[in-house]
C-alpha cells in the first residue's frame, strides 16, 4: 500500500484537489465526499471517472467560448461597415451567451430597429434585460412576442413573461400565466419560479407541493438530465428549507 500511494505522490493529491472542487461546484451526493477524503487517490480516481468526465459535456458551452469571442471581435468590426439587421441580431446573440447583457441588449436595439417583424430579437432581448434585473422592459419585449407567436420556443416565453409579472407586482398575471405553461410543461425553473411567487403571497403550502415535483425528479431522471437539473435542485431544497422554517416561526407564533 505504501508503494502504491508512492507511486501516485504528488498526482494523488492533485487528483483529490481536483475532486473536491469539482464536488463543491457540482454537488453530486454526499457519500462521494467521504470516498474521495477516505479513500485517498483511488476514491479520488473513482470519483473522477463516475462523476467528473460525464459532466464534461456540460463544459461544452465553455469550451466554445474562444471561438465565440473570437467571432464577436470579427462582427463588431463587420458591423461597423455593414450595420445589418442580421450582424447586429447574431451580435447581440453571442454577446447574450457571454453573459455580456448590457452589449447585447444595445445590438438588438439596432437589430429591432431596422426590422420589428420577427420575435427572436425581442425574445433574446427580453433575456438581456432580464439579466439586467430590467424586468419591466422585458415583460414589453416578451408581450410583443406572444402577440407575434403565442406558442414562440414551446411556451419558454410565457414562462418568462410569468415570472417578469411577478417580479414587477402583476402577481394575479404571472400566477395565471404559469399555470398555463405548467399545464403543457413540466420545467423545473417555471416551477421553481411559480413556488417562489407562492411563498411570497403567503401560501408556502400551495409552493411545497410545485418544490417537491422538482425533487422528485431526483428519482425518474437519467443522469445526464440530473446533471444538468442539479442547480434547480440545489435551488429548491433551499426554499424548502425556507418555508419549513417559515412553519415553524408561524407555529411558534401561534403556541405563543
Not at 413540466?186 to 415535483?213: C, H, I, K
Request: aromatic share 10%; glycine share 6%; net charge positive.
Amino acid at each position: 500500500m505504501g508503494l502504491f500511494i508512492h507511486l501516485f505522490y504528488p498526482y494523488g493529491i492533485i487528483l483529490q484537489v481536483l475532486a473536491i472542487v469539482h464536488f463543491i461546484r457540482r454537488r453530486p451526493a454526499y457519500y462521494w465526499l467521504w470516498i474521495v477524503l477516505i479513500g485517498g487517490p483511488l476514491g479520488a480516481l473513482v470519483y473522477i471517472v463516475a462523476e467528473v468526465l460525464p459532466d464534461l459535456g456540460l463544459l461544452q458551452g465553455v469550451l466554445q467560448g474562444f471561438p465565440r469571442r473570437s467571432r464577436i471581435r470579427e462582427l463588431e468590426a463587420i458591423a461597423l461597415d455593414n450595420p445589418s439587421p442580421g450582424n447586429f441580431e447574431e451580435l447581440g446573440a453571442l454577446h447574450l451567451e457571454e453573459k455580456n447583457f448590457a452589449r447585447a441588449r444595445e445590438c438588438f436595439d439596432k437589430s429591432i430597429a431596422a426590422r420589428r417583424d420577427h420575435p427572436d430579437p425581442f425574445y433574446r432581448r427580453a433575456m438581456a434585460e432580464m439579466g439586467l434585473a430590467d424586468f419591466a422592459a422585458a415583460t414589453l419585449d416578451l408581450e410583443q412576442v406572444m402577440a407575434l407567436d403565442p406558442r414562440y420556443d414551446h411556451l419558454q416565453a410565457k414562462g418568462l413573461s410569468a415570472q417578469c409579472y411577478a417580479m414587477t407586482g402583476r402577481g394575479a398575471e404571472a400566477e395565471s400565466l404559469f399555470r398555463e405553461v405548467l399545464a403543457l410543461r413540466n420545467e423545473s425553473e417555471t416551477q421553481y419560479n411559480f413556488a417562489a411567487l407562492l411563498v411570497s403571497e403567503g401560501r408556502p403550502g400551495e409552493a411545497v407541493e410545485w418544490v417537491e415535483r422538482i425533487l422528485r425528479k431526483k428519482a425518474t431522471l437519467p443522469r445526464y438530465l440530473k446533471r444538468r437539473e442539479r442547480p434547480w435542485f440545489r435551488k429548491a431544497s433551499a426554499l424548502l428549507k425556507k418555508i419549513r422554517e417559515m412553519e415553524k416561526v408561524a407555529a411558534g407564533n401561534v403556541s405563543q
